[in-house]
């Protein structure tokens, strides 16, 4: 169904999300309103759930929850009746039928402008067809006067419901304690935040990661906003005395530069989740976001708790995002330190499953040690609380880098994204599934979802260009990998994949200097550079002596596998490649989970050996 249409006595305008009647009018999420529509192309059919949700919702894996709210609010919206439906009716183990009369705004045009007359026809006893000219043109004075009426009231009404802020960043709270080591509880107040934003699914909230560069920033609020990329910014502060916590905040319109909202609350340590809830909800309240159920229940799920138990989570969280292994280490000491004292305590035990598998996905423990522990610590996160999508992600990157199960680690992806739609940590995993099983068009969309929710973090920013180099997309790459290299100057990756796109352009030149630059800032296994430098340059020969000297300075090893195997496949010594591979793949390293697209090894891709490989991979 294209264009505007009637259902019985409802306007409905897909392109404005708007139901109106004479009475009233209503907007509804894009997603409904696709039910709607689809529902409406088939009018009278018996249309069933699986058929809705791959239509309206595509890739995107949804429950039967999302799609049976969908059509409550459908039903809220036009006033009808589940128990005696006059215009949806729900076929029991069938799926949903669209009863009412459809008619699209064209059909209804060009039936009234057919009735006007325009031959002599004798009137039929009781009907008027001929009027006085001057009656006729107080009528369609009348007419038009009223469908002025009614749209400037459909306006209106559209503009007061319709929220002005569609994305929002949390600033870091400023630390008014007098001690500084209470920066760390600010610093996990503002994460919490943010956490609890990112449950409502309308709002675009940035991550943690880029905001805290604005941490004592001097730059005006229309600077972060534009740099952010955002409506809004909540600001504010918080103070810890004893066992009491006070939280200010205050909501500014980026547009305006206005102050929308401020408050203050202050409660006992232990009440901290209520708190954080109140706060969220009071901005989802103040942007007029209508929350889904799912989001009213996560925005009132608040506990009390143990304050030592909290206290070790906001720790472990703290020294978590500096993801040095030593820090990592230290973060597991405090996470477990929390569940030891509140076994119950779902957020330290989804603590614990990031933080072991951070430990195994950097290669900073053996596989074996750390993702049988994030397996373990991600389960018991779920069986606590159903509803965590950072336990859900964590899960899916032990399938992923450990267990190599594709379809689980998607699964738990997708429902991760489902229930926490602005947490980029889960978009930025599902790309990697999605690249890794080669879909993409896919991995790049959620990729580029991730980096719009973390526009300045270095992770987001770099993946995103490693997926357009990968996806062979190399005018992208470089694009992307220039605007990183802007933001990160001082960091080496997305210099070395900004390198890669160039070379596979033909610029080796420009690939030169950007590999010279890197050598500048990277000090850590120069040894890869050089050999790096010598492949863009075309000298296999020399390239092939550096890595012959790197195995030999590590006994006989070469500490990162893949890293050889390049080497390798780009100097042509394919048995060489395959045999590092190999290594790779007992090790579990990270970067072999793209080896069906990477172009480094297009050509071993017809040697058998190959072939197993990406069997033994599930690819």
């Known amino acids: 169904m294209r264009g505007d249409f009637l259902i019985g006595n409802w ?55 999302v799609l049976t709210r969908s059509i409550s609010e459908l039903r809220k919206a036009l006033g ?140 005006s609020v229309a600077e972060i906003a534009s740099e952010l990329k955002v409506d809004a910014l ?11 916590v006070r939280i ?25 989740l209520i ?18 159920p799912m989001e009213k229940e996560l925005l009132s799920s608040g506990e009390s708790l143990d304050p030592e138990a909290y206290q070790a989570y906001l720790r472990g969280r703290y020294f978590w995002n500096q993801r040095t292994q030593e820090s990592l280490e230290k973060a597991a000491e405090y996470f477990q330190s929390a569940v030891v004292r509140v076994p119950g305590f779902a957020l330290a035990h989804a603590g614990l499953a990031d933080t072991y598998n951070l430990l195994g996905h950097y290669g900073f423990w053996p596989p074996d040690r750390a993702f049988p522990q994030a397996k373990s610590a991600a389960e018991e996160a779920l069986r606590l609380d159903k509803f965590s999508a950072e336990a859900h992600s964590s899960l899916a ?84 990998g220039t605007e990183t290299v802007r933001l990160h100057p001082e960091s080496a990756p997305p210099r070395i994949i900004l390198a890669e796109a160039l070379w596979r352009q033909g610029k080796a030149h420009e690939a030169l200097l950007e590999i010279d630059r890197v050598k500048k800032i990277w000090k850590d296994d120069p040894a890869k550079i050089r050999v790096t430098e010598h492949l863009i340059a075309g000298h296999p020969d020399l390239a092939l002596n550096e890595v012959e000297e790197y195995v030999k300075s590590n006994r006989g090893d070469c500490p990162d596998s893949m890293f050889c195997a390049e080497a390798y496949a780009l100097a042509g010594r394919k048995d060489l490649a395959l ?28 040697d058998p050996r190959f072939v197993q490989l990406l069997r033994r991979l599930g690819l």
């Not at 907007?27 to 192309?41: D, G, H, S, T, W």
């Open 248 to 272: 200010s905040a205050q909501l500014i319109n980026a547009r305006t530069d206005t102050n929308m909202w401020s408050a203050s609350y202050e409660r006992d340590f232990r009440d901290l």
């Open 234 to 244: 909540l600001e504010g502060s918080v103070m810890r005395v004893g066992n009491r």
């Open 397 to 480: 990157l032990v399938s992923l880098s450990y267990e190599r199960d594709w379809p689980a680690a998607e699964r738990a992806l997708r429902r991760a994204v489902e229930l926490k739609p602005n947490y980029a940590t889960a978009h930025h995993w599902l790309a990697l599934c999605l690249l890794g099983l080669g879909r993409t068009d896919e991995a790049i969309r959620e990729a580029e979802v991730a980096q719009q929710l973390d526009p300045v973090s270095l992770a987001t920013n770099t993946f995103l260009a490693q997926c357009l180099l990968l996806s062979k997309h190399y005018d992208r790459a470089v694009l992307q």
């Open 579 to 606: 045999a590092w591979l190999g290594k790779a793949f007992e090790r579990r390293e990270s970067r072999l989970l793209f080896l069906a697209i990477d172009p480094t090894f297009a050509p071993l891709r017809e």
């Open 275 to 292: 708190l954080q809830k109140e706060v969220a909800k009071a901005v989802a309240d103040e942007v007029k976001i209508t929350l889904s």
């Open 80 to 219: 009808d009746d589940p128990k005696n439906p006059a215009i949806i009716q729900t076929i029991p183990r069938g799926g949903y039928r669209l009863i009412a009369p459809v008619t699209p705004v064209e059909e209804t045009e060009a039936v009234r402008h057919e009735a006007e007359p325009v031959a002599t026809v004798p009137p039929v006893a009781g009907t008027v067809l001929h009027t006085h000219p001057r009656r006729r043109l107080w009528m369609i004075f009348f007419l038009v006067a009223a469908a002025g009426l009614a749209f400037l009231t459909w306006f209106v009404i559209l503009r007061t419901d319709s929220p002005s802020i569609r994305s929002i960043a949390v600033l870091p709270l400023k630390n008014l304690s007098a001690d500084p080591e209470e920066d760390y509880f600010a610093d996990s107040m503002t994460e919490a935040l943010i956490s609890d934003l990112a449950n409502i699914g309308p709002l675009q909230v940035t991550s943690r990661t880029s905001v805290m560069r604005y941490r004592g920033t001097v730059k």
């Open 11 to 65: 306007l409905v305008q897909p392109q404005l999300n708007v139901l109106s009647n004479a009475d009233q009018s209503t907007r509804i999420e894009p997603k409904v309103m696709q039910v709607l529509v689809y529902l409406a192309a088939r009018p009278g059919d018996v249309v069933s759930k699986k058929e809705l949700k791959k239509s309206v919702w595509e890739d995107s894996y949804v429950t039967d929850d």
